[in-house]
C-alpha cells in the first residue's frame, strides 16, 4: 500500500471512532463498568468517560503526558475502552520488573494489544521458544550477525536507494521500511528468503494489517467485535499475507527439521559453526508437540513482526533529527564512524560497532523522544494481587509506566525536554553518572522504552546492529536536510502509539566531500549480487 494511501486508511479509521464510540454507548450502559479505586483520567472533572476515550484514540500521546503532569506519583487509570489501564508510579518498577510471568505477562499484554485472538498475533507467537530462539541468535551469537546483516544493508540500500545529484524530496520511511523487512529476513529466514519481494510484501502487509485490524477492533466493546470484524477488510488480508510467509518459508522449515531429525550429528554441528537464522533455533529449542511446520512458520511471522516495524520506525526517526539539524550531528557522528573503522579496514565488527559511543547516543536519544509506544513494561494480570504498599490489582487488568513522560522529566536528565543526540555519550563518561543503563540496548527508570528486567525485550541487540549499519550507510553515502522553512514533524499519536508519518518527506543528495562517497558497508564488505 502506497504511503499516501496509508495514511488515508489510517486518517479514516480514526475518524470513524467518533461514531462507533457512539454507536456503542448502549451497549456499555448494559455492562458492568470496570471497578477500580484508582482516578480515571478524563472523569476525574465529571466529563463523560466515552468522550476522553474518544480523546484517546486519536490524542493518546498527550492524554499519557497530561495524566503524568497531574499524577505522576500515584495510580490511575488511562481511559482506554480495551483494557483496564493501570498506569503506576516509578517507585514499584522493581517490584514488577521481577514478577513472574504467570502473575504478570509481557506476552500477553503485547497479544492483547494488537488484538490477537482476532489478528493471529496470539500468545502462542510469543511463547517460551520464541525468546529462547531470539536471546540465543540475538545476544549470545550477536556477533555472527553482523556480517550477513552488513551485506544485505549494502545490496538492499542499492536496490530502494538511489544517487542523488542534487537535492531531492523522497518519503524515507517506506524506503527504510522496505531495506529493514530485507535485512530482518536475512537474520530470520535465510538468504534463499530474504530477495523474494513475496516475502518481504507479505511480512510488511501482514504488520500494517495487523495494527489497522486492532486500531478498528478497538473503537468498540468486545461483545461487538464479531459484528466489527465482518466490517474489517484488513482481517482478511492478515490470511492471505500469513499464507504466503507459510508457503515461502516450509521448504526451509522442513529441511531443518529433517536435518535435526536424521543428521544429529551434522545439525549439531552446524549450530556451533555455522552462521544460522531464527529458523534454525527454533527447530532447537520448540518443543517436540511445538516442532511442526506451521507452529515455527507462526512464531517466525511474530519475530518478523516485531524486528521489521519497530526497528524501521526508529530508524525513521533517528534520520528525521538527522535532518533536522544536519550540520550539527552529522560531522561528528561521521568522524567517529570514520576513525573507528580506519583501525581496521576492510570489515566491520560487533567490537567496531560497541566503540561508536557518539552513534549509540544519538540512537537512544531519538528512542528517548519517540519509541514505539509512549507506555513502557507493559503486563497482563493473570492472577490478583497486592503491591507492596497494599493496592490490589486485579486478575486482567494491564499495568505499566509512563515511559516517555519519565524520560522527559527533568528529575531524571537535565534540560530533558531538548533534543541533545550526545547526551548519553556524556553522562557514559563522567564518571558521577556512568552506569549500566545509559546505552541504547540498557535500561534503567529513566530509560524504560526497551521494557525492564527480566522480559526487557530480547530483540534489541538485532534492533541496534540493524539500526547502527542503516544509519552508518546512510551518514557515509548522503546529506539531509529537510525542506526549507520546516521543523522535525510530529509523529503520529493515536492511542499509546508513536509513528513517524510515512508520507513525509526530506530531502536527500549524495554526500558532498572529496573522495569516494560510498557507504562504508557496501565497501568495506563483499557486497552480495
Known amino acids: 500500500m502506497p504511503p499516501a494511501m496509508e495514511m488515508t486508511y489510517i486518517s479514516t479509521t480514526l475518524a470513524g471512532a467518533s461514531l462507533l464510540l457512539l454507536c456503542a454507548k448502549f451497549v456499555e450502559l448494559l455492562l458492568k463498568p470496570s471497578q477500580t479505586?484508582?482516578?480515571?483520567?478524563?472523569?476525574?472533572?465529571?466529563?463523560?468517560?466515552?468522550?476522553?476515550?474518544?480523546?484517546?484514540?486519536k490524542h493518546g500521546g498527550k492524554i499519557i503526558h497530561e495524566a503524568y503532569e497531574r499524577f505522576h506519583d500515584i495510580i490511575?487509570?488511562?481511559?482506554?475502552?480495551?483494557?483496564?489501564?493501570?498506569?503506576?508510579?516509578?517507585?514499584?518498577?522493581d517490584e514488577i520488573s521481577t514478577l513472574p510471568s504467570d502473575i504478570a505477562s509481557n506476552s500477553e499484554a503485547t497479544s492483547d494489544f494488537f488484538v490477537g485472538t482476532w489478528t493471529t498475533?496470539?500468545?502462542?507467537?510469543?511463547g517460551h521458544a520464541t525468546f529462547d530462539a531470539i536471546q540465543t541468535q540475538y545476544i549470545s551469537k550477536i556477533s555472527q550477525q553482523v556480517g550477513p546483516a552488513a551485506n544485505e544493508a549494502g545490496y538492499a540500500f542499492n536496490k530502494h536507494l538511489s544517487?542523488?545529484?542534487?537535492?531531492?524530496?523522497?518519503?524515507?520511511q517506506p524506503k527504510i521500511l522496505q531495506i529493514v523487512a530485507q535485512m530482518v529476513a536475512r537474520t530470520v529466514a535465510g538468504p534463499d528468503v530474504c530477495r523474494n519481494p513475496q516475502w518481504t510484501e507479505a511480512v510488511i502487509g501482514y504488520a500494517r494489517d495487523v495494527a489497522m485490524s486492532a486500531i478498528k477492533l478497538k473503537l468498540v466493546p468486545k461483545v461487538l467485535r464479531p459484528i466489527m470484524a465482518l466490517f474489517t477488510p484488513s482481517l482478511y488480508s492478515i490470511r492471505k499475507h500469513r499464507r504466503t510467509i507459510l508457503q515461502l518459508i516450509s521448504p526451509t522449515i522442513n529441511q531443518r527439521l529433517e536435518w535435526r531429525r536424521e543428521q544429529p550429528e551434522y545439525w549439531a554441528a552446524r549450530l556451533k559453526t555455522e552462521v544460522v537464522q531464527t529458523v534454525d533455533w527454533l527447530v532447537e529449542v520448540s518443543k517436540p508437540h511445538e516442532a511442526t511446520v506451521g507452529m515455527i512458520a507462526h512464531r517466525l511471522t511474530g519475530v518478523s513482526f516485531g524486528a521489521t516495524h519497530t526497528t524501521s520506525n526508529h530508524i525513521t526517526n533517528s534520520i528525521l533529527e538527522l535532518a533536522a539539524n544536519f550540520d550539527r550531528w552529522a560531522p561528528p557522528l561521521r568522524e567517529e564512524i570514520e576513525s573507528t573503522l580506519a583501525l581496521n579496514p576492510g570489515t566491520i565488527t560487533n567490537a567496531d560497532l560497541s566503540k561508536m559511543w557518539k552513534l549509540d547516543s544519538f540512537m537512544k536519544e531519538a528512542q528517548r523522544f519517540h519509541p514505539p509506544s509512549k507506555l513502557s513494561v507493559n503486563r497482563k494480570i493473570l492472577k490478583s494481587f497486592h503491591l507492596s504498599t497494599g493496592e490490589s490489582i486485579?486478575?486482567?487488568?494491564?499495568?505499566c509506566f509512563?515511559?516517555?513522560?519519565?524520560?522527559m522529566d527533568d528529575r531524571y536528565f537535565t534540560d530533558a525536554k531538548s533534543f541533545d543526540g550526545f547526551r548519553f555519550e556524556r553522562l557514559r563518561k563522567d564518571a558521577d553518572t556512568r552506569h549500566s543503563g545509559l546505552q541504547f540496548t540498557s535500561s534503567y527508570a529513566g530509560s524504560l522504552h526497551f521494557g525492564h528486567g527480566r522480559h526487557i525485550c530480547p530483540g534489541r541487540f538485532m534492533g541496534s546492529l540493524i539500526s547502527k549499519l542503516l544509519i552508518i550507510e546512510i551518514?557515509?553515502?548522503?546529506?539531509?536536510k529537510l525542506k526549507d522553512g520546516e521543523t522535525?514533524?510530529?509523529?503520529?499519536?493515536?492511542?499509546?502509539?508513536?509513528?513517524?508519518?510515512?508520507t513525509y518527506e526530506i530531502l536527500i543528495r549524495n554526500r558532498q566531500c572529496d573522495g569516494d562517497a560510498e557507504g562504508v558497508v557496501t565497501h568495506i564488505l563483499h557486497n552480495e549480487k
Not at 163 to 172: E, H, L, R
Not at 402 to 407: A, E, M, R, T
Open 37 to 57: 479505586r484508582f482516578p480515571l483520567v478524563g472523569k476525574e472533572d465529571g466529563k463523560f468517560f466515552s468522550i476522553a476515550q474518544l480523546r484517546w484514540f
Open 76 to 93: 490511575y487509570q488511562l481511559p482506554s475502552n480495551d483494557r483496564t489501564s493501570i498506569v503506576l508510579p516509578i517507585r514499584y518498577l
Open 121 to 126: 498475533l496470539d500468545y502462542d507467537i510469543f
Open 163 to 172: 544517487a542523488y545529484a542534487d537535492w531531492t524530496p523522497i518519503a524515507i
Open 394 to 399: 486485579g486478575k486482567d487488568s494491564h499495568i
Open 402 to 407: 509512563s515511559g516517555v513522560p519519565i524520560s
Open 475 to 480: 551518514l557515509l553515502r548522503y546529506d539531509l
Open 488 to 502: 522535525r514533524p510530529e509523529n503520529l499519536n493515536p492511542m499509546d502509539m508513536d509513528m513517524p508519518d510515512p
